[in-house]
């Protein structure tokens, strides 16, 4: 599979078919391509919010086993699309949005005209899954002529499609177009908020702003907060005090965006969500990029909370300020059973990190804002994003993205080699003008 190269290949559909001699073999091998291509997408799905994955595991884990798979089935040629893919596309049904990705992507690693088109023919109301999976390969595809027809795409479809189109353009960064003005004022939520995130991606953003400012006050919260995000990235001044009003509510988001940007005033009403059993995991969550010694030392009594998900947020909370690592096994509890489930945020023991805390709390002097044990913003951004999980790698490139005028966030579900570059554009110093 191409990773951000072209290569002179024949589409899927004309490459000649391996192994003619034992038909009934190569078909094996081609369904066991694409098994394997639905395993390794479910597990790299995973992985890019994971917290025992930073951005270089992720390309050189499930990254690249996904990749070989789906080359697998390019080389299986008009066998692997006439026999297998295009019936699984075709299907119009799915028990998980994995299957029709990957009968999708495979078919659009080296696709012609008539092959987009009869992709984009998929896109359509229905069976949850399956346009889910449709939606991702779409959003996932390296083909530059699938960004102006799925623009064409949006203008001919049913008002009940757009939000899925307008979230497949957000993700591939490209301009809605002007239908988009309409779209943020439409009455169906998902496509607003998807509005929302497309129109960053206008050239000119300043046709957008007072609607994007008159969303920052509506009732929905999930509206709301979509607006604040969009409108922090923009600058628009009113975006912040509608963040702070959101975060008194102990909206998640809103408490995240407040302990990335707010100030220690602000932040008081993460503290305060904190206290609140209801609130008590997300205000955690937020508290961890608060990063201040009064962040960790609500954190740690925490440590030991009856609740099993509170208990873990909170070690992820100190670990976050305090640089401890997760994996270390003298923070490890002796009771822990993360590990039996997959991905599951390990626990830190509350007695063996209260002792450590006594002993460092004078290396974190009160007021000073931490992200891994140094001092944050740091002098080597760079390094340090590297090195993040990507449970932490996403927070901080949003924060980053909202600190740097006219810049656009990381497409945190993409590849990871283009999450890079994203990355890469998004530290280059800013130009002026």
Request: proline share 6%.
């Amino acid at each position: 599979m191409q990773d951000g190269r072209k290569e002179a290949q024949a589409p899927l559909a004309e490459t000649p078919i391996a192994g003619q001699q034992d038909p009934a073999l190569l078909f094996d091998i081609i369904q066991e391509h694409y098994d394997e291509a639905t395993f390794y997408l479910r597990a790299w799905d995973r992985a890019l919010g994971a917290w025992d994955h930073t951005l270089g595991e992720v390309r050189q884990g499930p990254e690249e086993k996904l990749r070989a798979n789906l080359d697998g089935l390019l080389a299986g040629g008009r066998a692997a699309a006439d026999r297998l893919l295009w019936p699984v596309l075709e299907a119009g049904e799915a028990d998980h949005w994995t299957e029709p990705a990957v009968a999708a992507l495979a078919l659009l690693t080296q696709p012609n005209h008539a092959t987009v088109e009869r992709v984009l023919a998929q896109l359509r109301p229905g069976n949850a899954a399956f346009l889910a999976g449709v939606a991702r390969a779409l959003e996932l595809a390296q083909v530059p002529e699938l960004d102006g027809q799925l623009r064409e795409a949006l203008y001919r479809a049913d008002e009940d499609m757009h939000a899925c189109i307008l979230g497949i353009l957000a993700e591939r960064r490209v301009d809605p177009g002007p239908l988009a003005a309409a779209q943020l004022q439409s009455r169906d939520v998902a496509t607003a908020q998807a509005a929302l995130q497309a129109v960053r991606h206008c050239p000119d953003t300043s046709m957008h702003v007072r609607a994007v400012r008159e969303l920052l006050d509506v009732a929905d919260a999930r509206l709301a907060v979509a607006a604040v995000e969009t409108g922090l990235l923009w600058g628009i001044p009113a975006a912040r005090s509608a963040c702070a009003r959101l975060a008194r509510d102990r909206d998640p988001h809103a408490m995240l965006l407040t302990a990335l940007i707010g100030s220690e005033a602000e932040q008081d009403v993460i503290f305060k969500a904190a206290e609140d059993p209801r609130h008590r995991a997300a205000a955690l969550r937020a508290l961890g990029f608060a990063g201040t010694a009064r962040a960790a030392e609500t954190a740690l009594p925490l440590l030991a909370d009856a609740d099993k998900t509170v208990a873990r947020v909170a070690g992820e909370a100190f670990a976050t300020i305090t640089g401890r690592d997760l994996q270390d096994g003298a923070f490890a509890p002796s009771d822990d059973a993360a590990e039996d489930v997959p991905g599951a945020l390990p626990a830190l023991d509350a007695v063996a990190a209260t002792a450590w805390w006594k002993s460092a709390r004078s290396a974190f002097p009160s007021g000073v804002r931490y992200l891994r044990g140094g001092r944050w913003p740091c002098q080597d951004v760079s390094a340090l994003v590297t090195r993040l999980p990507m449970r932490l790698r996403n927070v901080v490139v949003l924060e980053l993205a909202i600190r740097k005028p006219r810049s656009l966030p990381v497409s945190i579900r993409s590849w990871a080699w283009k999450q890079q570059a994203q990355t890469d554009s998004l530290l280059a110093p800013a130009r002026a003008g």
